[in-house]
């Protein structure tokens, strides 16, 4: 009989040695560390595993495309209406607000406040797509000790690296963007006509103008976005025993990441707007 069983079954069978009692001591006190109960959304975590290693990066490029796209059609005019305002030197007020999206209807046409929404999904598509992809595979390399969450700095890091990587890709979309948000119909007739009047008149550094601080400005936005949406999301499986949060709360929890994240980097943000635009801003 294993000595073991026989200092379990007491009795005075046989007493255990002090180097057996330090090492079962050892070993009871490393037992709540080591299979610490980590909440977790159960269903979301049965789906994940269902989807093939070589399939993940492919779903989430799809997930995210479809999600940048939707997201930005629908605020569109509200985004434009902010871009008014960066490179304006105007403050801003809700009545202001009104009033631009009235003058701009009543000057262009409901559909004028859509005006540059297609060089918004030429860029927010493959730039949502790269960024939502790059932070599921920064989650799984910076996961090293294999768990459901990553720990806060970890969180922060790979939603750092996921905007850092899409921003490298999709910048020169961005400016295009930003340029025919601002100007008039007239001005651009289409994507690929402002990038040639940019290299034929400013010359080919031009489609990075500002490249340094929407790089900068990434860091924290993406860094406290992801970080702040995966945390609600562990607080949310710690208070609901692993209920998985319906669309209401997920898109709650966006909101508040999205918040965040935009407070972090607004100042960077009207950096990079006006040097996007100063020299049409200049024109006029």
């Given at each position: ?31 709540p560390h ?8 159960q269903e979301?975590?049965?789906?994940n ?11 989430s ?46 000057n ?7 005006r540059?929404n ?38 922060f ?6 905007g850092?990587t ?11 963007r ?6 008039p ?20 550094r ?29 607080v ?6 692993g209920?998985?949060p319906n ?26 707007r ?5 020299d049409l801003?200049?024109?006029?």
């Amino acid at each position: 009989m294993p000595v073991a069983a026989v200092v379990r079954g007491g009795g005075g069978a046989g007493k255990a040695g002090p180097a057996q009692t330090l090492a079962e001591g050892a070993e009871e006190g490393a037992e709540p560390h080591d299979q610490e109960e980590e909440h977790y959304h159960q269903e979301e975590h049965k789906v994940n595993e269902k989807v093939a290693a070589h399939h993940k990066v492919l779903t989430s490029l799809i997930a995210g495309a479809m999600a940048g796209a939707l997201a930005k059609t629908v605020i569109a005019p509200l985004d434009r209406t902010k871009i008014n305002f960066q490179i304006a030197n105007k403050p801003f007020s809700a009545r202001e607000a009104a009033r631009f999206l009235y003058d701009t209807v009543r000057n262009s046409g409901v559909l004028s406040l859509w005006r540059g929404n297609s060089a918004t999904l030429v860029r927010i598509v493959p730039y949502a797509a790269i960024q939502y992809a790059a932070h599921e595979q920064y989650k799984l390399m910076l996961n090293f000790r294999n768990k459901k969450h990553l720990p806060p700095h970890l969180r922060f890091l790979a939603g750092s690296l996921a905007g850092v990587t899409s921003v490298a890709f999709t910048y020169p979309l961005d400016l295009c963007r930003a340029r025919m948000a601002v100007t008039p119909k007239a001005f651009y007739n289409h994507i690929g006509e402002v990038f040639m009047r940019m290299i034929r008149e400013e010359g080919f550094r031009s489609i990075y103008r500002g490249f340094t601080p929407t790089i900068l400005g990434s860091i924290p936005y993406s860094g406290f976005s992801f970080f702040t949406y995966e945390s609600l999301k562990k607080v949310h499986a710690e208070t609901h025993s692993g209920r998985d949060p319906n669309p209401l709360e997920r898109m709650c929890f966006g909101a508040v990441a999205g918040m965040v994240g935009q407070s972090a980097s607004y100042p960077l943000d009207i950096v990079r707007r006006r040097m996007q635009t100063a020299d049409l801003v200049a024109d006029e």
